[in-house]
């Protein structure tokens, strides 16, 4: 079976259709706020569940290392365009431009990581075994232990609720 390969525009897609769905938009802003998980990282976990492909740990570190150019950049605009929240006194206008420009910095941090994601040579779960049984994606094991979420309750909850909003 070949490796699979995706190209950003296609998980760009993909992530804002995800993002819209039910409640992963607060699931992921929960992971990312309080356990300093990577939302785009998190998206492709998700990608990789839904499409019976398996990221082992070494493979999804490279996943993150190719974010971490941009992340510092990407946590000092956020907190910026939180800051100007009109919520919080700043202008509605003002908003509204830091949000594009923050998805703007999300899109760039997608492609570095969509390059890095198509060097690895990620197995896939055959078709037939996923199929009405429950297989466990060692995705989600990676995920965690990326991120060191193995001793908290609250984030392994958070993944299990993601996860469940897969379905």
Known sequence: ????????KTFWQYSVSLYATGDIAPIA?????????NVNV????CWCLQNNVIINLAQLNAVIKACEPSEATLKLHRA??????PDKGGSADVYETLKKEELTLERQQQEAMM???????????????????????ASIAALINAYNLRDSQEARHLVSLL?????
Do not use: C, Y
């Not at 802003?29 to 998980?37: A, F, G, I, S, T």
């Not at 998190?42 to 976990?45: E, H, I, K, Q, T």
């Not at 994601?117 to 055959?126: C, G, K, R």
């Open 115 to 137: 390059l890095a994601f198509n060097e690895q040579v990620v197995a896939t779960i055959p078709g037939n075994a996923a199929l009405g049984a429950n297989v466990f994606n």
């Open 1 to 8: 079976m070949p490796t699979p390969s995706l190209n950003s």
């Open 29 to 37: 802003l929960m992971l990312q706020d309080n356990h300093k998980v």
């Open 80 to 85: 910026s365009r939180k800051a100007a929240h």
């Open 42 to 45: 998190l998206l492709l976990v």
């Open 163 to 167: 996860v469940n909003q897969l379905s």
